[in-house]
């Protein structure tokens, strides 16, 4: 039958993938929190992606890639389940899935490169500039308040795009726009433009999503300098060009109802005060940025040393046992730096809304969770994808991508939520390695 087709099966995959992608890409945790027959949406789609895996497994492909997939998944779906029968797990708990959703979202990447490949006509650029313009005003003027008066009767939870969503869409946007078109002024003073737009927005938002787009945006210039004839024109407009809307950027991210100043140099001067005060400040100004007491890594920063006191506690738990090094904790109970039995820090790491049970680190998660098996797997994942793109490309530019998302990933939940990593292995495959 034409429905049950392998043909079939991507088409409805892709168009279902592109409905999701859509959705969360403009409303972000709030559009994955939609409910459908009882079900959040973004658990019907961790729901999609196990079924999928295993209809991967099936289905027979010559691609020298899939085939690697596939090797790779088979291992990874067969670790799964002997890690659940080894801890004693219960497979009809969904939390088991939950908690490993690293491993079932990878299958997009096949799904993106097997779909018809997304081209954005040149006279179509215009709206993607459109939508940036919007995110960028409604994360600077907080519109969920005015959302959750609409949307809170579809969704368990109003939350627009955080910095590293912001980031995920920023860098693979422009990842596409600059480098399968010719390099030339317009090309660059757009990207100008909208990098000098962001870069104060972002370090508004998240400071780990300010440098993960801040090196992307070093490299891209960098790769236009190759094309595009430098004179001192060039760079005294883009000089000017760069300041002023940064400085506007900057001025509205901090000062957005615009307090009063005596002279409006005064207002700029207070702008970029404020934003670098608001992300670099320390808790206490006596204590180095980085130090060490009682053999354990410290910093003054509050926030960062949040996080660097869970993974050194995590890791610690983990090399106790030879056993938690190699297979990690499994699947079936939450991370024991969140149990306030083992540790006493664990009821600080609740989050302001007492539910966060992530460990904010992509790879740490893995390791936790799967041990070095795992991890070593997953690596070897972002090695072919690697491979497969430069042998299409000739190039090693999707490095960059890989750069920014997992830095950015590294200090965020964001690979472990129910879209970011949708749609981060989806543009891999449909944009990076389709042909």
């Avoid at 459908?36 to 890639?65: C, H, Q």
């Avoid at 780990?208 to 960098?222: D, G, K």
Wanted: glycine share 4%; proline share 2%; hydrophobic share 50%.
């Amino acid at each position: 039958m034409k429905f049950l087709s392998v043909k079939s099966m991507y088409r409805y995959i892709y168009i279902f993938s592109l409905f999701y992608i859509f959705l969360t890409v403009f409303l972000s945790r709030t559009g994955s929190g939609f409910y459908i027959f009882g079900f959040r949406l973004g658990e019907i789609v961790v729901g999609v992606s196990i079924l999928l895996s295993i209809l991967i497994l099936i289905v027979p492909d010559e691609d020298k890639f899939v085939k690697n997939f596939k090797s790779l998944l088979t291992v990874l779906l067969l670790s799964f389940i002997f890690f659940n029968f080894y801890y004693q797990a219960d497979f009809l708990n969904l939390f088991v899935y939950r908690s490993s959703t690293y491993i079932w979202f990878i299958v997009f990447v096949v799904v993106g490169m097997k779909a018809k490949k997304l081209v954005i006509p040149e006279d179509k650029y215009k709206y993607f500039y459109l939508f940036l313009l919007c995110l960028f005003f409604l994360g600077i003027f907080q519109t969920e308040a005015f959302l959750s008066t609409y949307l809170s009767s579809f969704s368990d939870k109003i939350e627009l795009h955080k910095g590293s969503e912001i980031t995920l869409i920023f860098v693979m946007f422009f990842f596409v726009h600059n480098n399968f078109r010719e390099r030339n002024l317009k090309i660059f003073y757009i990207f100008l433009s909208f990098s000098a737009l962001y870069l104060p927005f972002l370090m508004h938002k998240s400071r780990a999503s300010f440098i993960a787009t801040l090196v992307f945006v070093v490299f891209e210039l960098y790769l236009f300098s190759k094309k595009i004839k430098i004179n001192p024109k060039l760079l005294a407009t883009s000089f000017i060009l760069s300041v002023a809307i940064g400085t506007f950027s900057t001025v509205l991210s901090q000062n957005y109802l615009i307090p009063d100043y005596e002279s409006f140099p005064e207002l700029v001067k207070a702008s970029y005060s404020k934003i670098v005060s608001e992300r670099y400040t320390t808790y206490n100004n006596e204590l180095p940025f980085f130090y060490f007491e009682d053999g354990r890594l410290f910093t003054a920063d509050g926030n960062l040393n949040w996080r660097i006191q869970m993974w050194q506690d995590m890791l610690s738990y983990i090399l106790e046992k030879p056993s938690r090094v190699y297979l990690g904790i499994g699947f079936s109970e939450i991370f024991p730096v969140f149990d306030i039995n083992l540790f006493s820090d664990a009821r600080f790491r609740l989050g302001l809304d007492g539910l966060n049970l992530h460990l904010h680190n992509f790879f740490l998660t893995i390791f936790s969770r799967g041990g070095i098996f795992h991890l070593f797997f997953m690596i070897l994942l972002f090695i072919f994808i690697l491979r497969k793109y430069y042998e299409i490309n000739k190039n090693y530019r999707i490095l960059i991508i890989f750069f920014s998302i997992f830095f950015v990933s590294f200090f965020d939940s964001s690979m472990e939520n129910a879209h970011f990593p949708l749609i981060f292995y989806f543009f891999i495959g449909n944009q990076l390695i389709n042909k």
